[in-house]
T-cell receptor, first 113, second 117 residues
Framework: ELKVEQNPLFLSMQEGKNYTIYCNYS?????LYWYRQDPGKSLESLFV?????AVKQEGRLMASLDTKARLSTLHITAAVHDLSATYFC?????????????FGKGTKLTVNP | EPEVTQTPSHQVTQMGQEVILRCVPI?????FYWYRQILGQKVEFLVS????????KSEIFDDQFSVERPDGSNFTLKIRSTKLEDSAMYFC???????????????FGPGTRLTVL
């Protein structure tokens, strides 16, 4: 059974600081997604990482994927309050043409002024 | 920008009643999914659907659950006899092709909050 583990699960940080969220998974996959969820809202796609060594950046967020280590990171640079949300990584399992995402438990990020 | 829509946004039902949750996926997408999220917990896969049939389902998706694409636009999740533990946020998602280059992101709808009393 595929396991996806995120850490930390809760992160409280000051504005302007940097931090990294980690996502480890237990089986081979070449595709990993990062989603953002605001309270009571849906999941917003942030990044799609499709191959080993993939790095994507959008604003203050940068995601990377190491398929050999089965590890993805979401790095936050100079955090601002608007980044407060829960961040999920999700690993793709495609079987027989059908895609299935297995999600981590999420990292609840709070950025304090 | 195209988006996945879901109705209703909130459904309250009595235990044992049937509910139907509705979704309109993005129009050119081929693959459809249901996920659920119990309050404060992670998102869990329920079922995937392609070419008018179920592609894969999880152990959560038992005989009480069914999915249907009754026409060219709607995708529904039916829970035949709801239980208290079915209370959750249910998300519909769609994607165009799992093997397509850079186009296989699953786009999620806003969710239906199901409360079973």
């Amino acid at each position: 059974e595929l396991k996806v583990e995120q850490n930390p699960l809760f992160l409280s940080m000051q504005e302007g600081k940097n931090y990294t969220i980690y996502c480890n998974y237990s089986t081979t996959s070449d595709r990993l997604y990062w989603y953002r969820q605001d309270p009571g809202k849906s999941l917003e796609s942030l990044f799609v990482l499709l191959s080993n060594g993939a790095v994507k950046q959008e604003g203050r967020l940068m995601a990377s994927l190491d398929t050999k280590a089965r590890l993805s990171t979401l790095h936050i640079t100079a955090a601002v309050h608007d980044l407060s949300a829960t961040y999920f990584c999700a690993v793709d399992i495609t079987q027989g043409g059908s895609e299935k995402l297995v999600f981590g438990k999420g990292t609840k990020l709070t950025v304090n002024p | 920008e195209p988006e996945v829509t879901q109705t209703p946004s909130h459904q309250v039902t009595q235990m044992g009643q049937e509910v139907i949750l509705r979704c309109v996926p993005i129009s050119n997408h081929l693959y459809f999914y249901w996920y659920r999220q119990i309050l404060g917990q992670k998102v869990e896969f329920l079922v995937s659907f392609y070419n008018n049939e179920i592609s894969e389902k999880s152990e959560i998706f038992d005989d009480q659950f069914s999915v249907e694409r009754p026409d060219g636009s709607n995708f529904t999740l039916k829970i035949r006899s709801t239980k208290l533990e079915d209370s959750a946020m249910y998300f519909c998602a769609s994607s165009d092709a799992p093997e397509g280059p850079l186009t296989d992101t699953q786009y999620f709808g806003p969710g239906t909050r199901l409360t079973v009393l």
